[in-house]
């Protein structure tokens, strides 16, 4: 399994410990070593995205094609208009997911775990310290296995993190327990 190192970025298991070594001994929070950096993919965006389209042009079609279909014209004319107004929303929802997606990175550091994004001078970002993590988890769904992704979940105690449509999670999920392991 190959990947760009624009996608993800990190450091071997010798500089993973002598990085957290150090960052213990000078005992600053703001000076963590980044273990690894991911982008994660749009594949499945993308699929929804062309889903939508395929599944909305063919209702489009047929109510086109048969006028007399829901009984009257304009009965058939106002599903018409439902139809393409939803299949409008749905689609510029998923364009926003993916500008949401493309500008999001996750970043696991010898002390925390953290995801953020920038979209339109909108910035969020979210951090959970190794320490207060109770539980983490590592799912893939059917379409999650045939494209090599997956999604780690977080979980503090109030809230969580969730790290989705993540390339080769379950190395990260690995790199994230190890931090734990250390940090208890």
Do not use: W
Request: glycine content about 8%.
């Amino acid at each position: 399994m190959s990947q760009n190192t624009d996608d993800r970025d990190f450091l071997n298991d010798e500089n993973e410990s002598a990085a957290h070594s150090r960052s213990s001994q000078d005992g600053n929070p703001s000076d963590t070593n980044k273990l690894m950096k991911i982008k994660p993919t749009i594949k499945p965006e993308l699929i929804q995205f062309g889903l939508v389209l395929i599944i909305g042009f063919g209702l489009i079609a047929i109510l086109y094609d048969n006028p007399q279909l829901l009984g009257t014209v304009e009965a058939t004319n106002i599903a018409l208009v439902f139809v393409q107004i939803v299949i409008a929303i749905v689609l510029i929802r998923i364009i926003i997911q993916i500008l949401i997606i493309r500008s999001t990175v996750y970043t696991i550091t010898d002390r925390q775990v953290r995801s953020e994004y920038d979209l339109l001078g909108r910035n969020k970002s979210r951090e959970v310290p190794y320490n207060r993590i109770r539980s983490v988890g590592y799912s893939q769904g059917r379409i999650e296995n045939i494209l090599k992704i997956g999604t780690i979940s977080i979980n503090k105690g109030l809230g969580g993190l969730e790290l989705t449509s993540i390339p080769s999670g379950d190395e990260a999920y690995r790199i994230i327990q190890r931090q734990i392991e250390r940090a208890t």
